[in-house]
């Protein structure tokens, strides 16, 4: 199976620049896309004609919501977490395949000394108890998402200069150090421990072209998912959005018992 998330900021901005070809030519089962700002369910589906569509929007219109684009339908698709809080927002849904669920996520982006950053933590908090009920039911479970967190310090162009800004808080950065505790792994760091790999940049000071980024996007495997992890990378030639794709090819685990 191979996975593609991309946080495209708009998805109408990346249909403009040859998306639907784009992904077309990606030859991936699965397309995971996050900040869509978007509410047309035809026009979605007329746009990828041919291809199982899922989309969450949010109330607010043009403002966040996700979207999921497959060669296959799922065998089940649900939106949300259960609470209009973070629902209105768009920001989770679930794809299920046989053997494994798959979590299409766009974390909110916080700011610091703002109600926003209070409604990030606490967004955290709701999406480990909604992680916690979906481990009960599936062993083998990944989660494609904008973090909009960086983990490690070469996750991110200017750590100590950044250290404490939203998205390199110790809170944040403690939420994923917890799910690796507990044997969940960061895909890209299972094939690649090189620092000034980013997934975004700003669209000021030329800072993609300068490589000044952080790494705030990717998946997450779950400890049984991740045995059948078999690439992560970055697709930095496509400049889709101020984000960049980011591939996952998994293999269902083979258990022998």
């Avoid at 209105?88 to 996520?105: F, K, Q, S």
């Avoid at 494609?144 to 800004?165: F, T, V």
Wanted: glycine share 6%; aromatic share 14%.
């Amino acid at each position: 199976m191979r996975i593609i998330s991309l946080n495209g900021n708009g998805i109408r901005a990346c249909v403009k620049k040859g998306m639907v070809r784009w992904w077309e030519s990606t030859d991936a089962d699965l397309l995971l896309f996050q900040e869509v700002r978007y509410d047309d369910f035809d026009a979605i589906d007329n746009l990828f004609s041919g291809y199982w569509t899922g989309l969450f929007s949010a109330l607010k219109k043009g403002y966040s919501g996700i979207l999921a684009v497959a060669k296959k339908p799922p065998i089940n698709f649900t939106v949300g977490m259960g609470d209009i809080k973070w629902d209105d927002e768009a920001r989770v849904m679930l794809i299920e395949y046989p053997g494994v669920v798959i979590v299409n996520a766009y974390f909110p982006s916080g700011a610091l000394n703002n109600k926003r950053q209070t409604y990030k933590l606490e967004f955290l908090k709701a999406f480990r108890v909604y992680l916690d009920d979906l481990s009960k039911q599936h062993s083998n479970i990944i989660i494609a998402a904008d973090w909009n967190i960086c983990h490690r310090e070469i996750d991110i162009h200017d750590p100590k200069r950044l250290s404490g800004k939203p998205g390199f808080t110790k809170e944040e950065r403690n939420w994923l150090d917890n799910l690796e505790k507990e044997g969940w792994k960061d895909a890209f760091r299972i094939f690649n421990t090189d620092p000034e790999n980013f997934t975004w940049w700003s669209y000021r000071s030329r800072s993609r072209e300068r490589n000044i980024g952080w790494r705030i996007d990717g998946f997450w495997l779950s400890p049984s998912a991740s045995k059948g992890a078999k690439h992560c990378r970055h697709l930095y030639e496509f400049k889709l959005s101020d984000h960049c794709p980011v591939l996952l090819e998994w293999e269902l685990p083979i258990t022998f018992t």
